[in-house]
């Protein structure tokens, strides 16, 4: 759950060895616009917003149930990590939902796009790399060196985070 949009892929395991371990069976994106304000004393997650992301997340396990899945591994990523209120949050979209989240700290993003991209069949063949990965509430800055993870950082330089900030909006 980004802080701009929300992405989901509906994937299942693969048995052979020396193969990506699942085949991705759909993808698709949703605009939540979650981030929380610019005004540093107000880092909540309003109600509009929240409103905006029950939305999303309703279509989403909609598309889920018509696509017969087992199990939904939901996450949480810079605006809930900014968020003061993102517990209340996590709790109101379990209590009409049903489903779990879970905020993941800036170096757990990082690293979870990193397995990510180490899964792309497009970079198999790369051993070496440098990859950013700009959201809408942090950048995640990655380096992969013998197909080998050893760097993964997470800074709060989002894109949506850096127009409010410069715009005014």
């Known amino acids: 759950l980004g802080s701009n949009t929300s992405k989901v892929m ?24 979650l981030l929380p304000s ?17 939305h999303c997340l309703q279509q989403i ?3 889920l ?3 017969s899945v087992e199990r939904i591994e939901a996450v949480g990523t810079a605006a809930f990590r900014l ?16 489903i779990s989240v879970r905020v ?12 990510g991209l180490l899964c ?9 790399f440098v990859a950013f ?8 800055l990655l380096e992969v060196e013998g197909r080998a993870l050893t760097l993964a950082d997470s800074l709060p330089l989002g894109a949506v985070a850096l127009s409010q900030l410069f715009s005014g909006d």
């Open 10 to 33: 509906v994937s299942e395991r693969t048995a052979l060895k020396n193969e990506i371990p699942f085949r991705v069976l759909s993808q698709s994106s949703y605009s939540c616009r």
């Open 38 to 54: 610019c005004d540093q004393s107000k880092r909540v997650i309003e109600k509009g917003m929240l409103d905006r992301l029950l």
């Open 61 to 63: 396990r909609s598309q």
């Open 65 to 67: 149930s018509d696509q």
């Open 83 to 98: 968020a003061d209120n993102a517990l209340e949050v996590v709790e109101q979209i379990y209590l009409k939902t049903g």
């Open 104 to 115: 993941l700290s800036g170096s757990e993003e990082a690293q979870a796009v990193a397995r």
């Open 120 to 128: 792309d069949p497009e970079l198999s063949q790369w051993d070496q």
């Open 133 to 140: 990965d700009l959201g809408g509430g942090s950048l995640e």
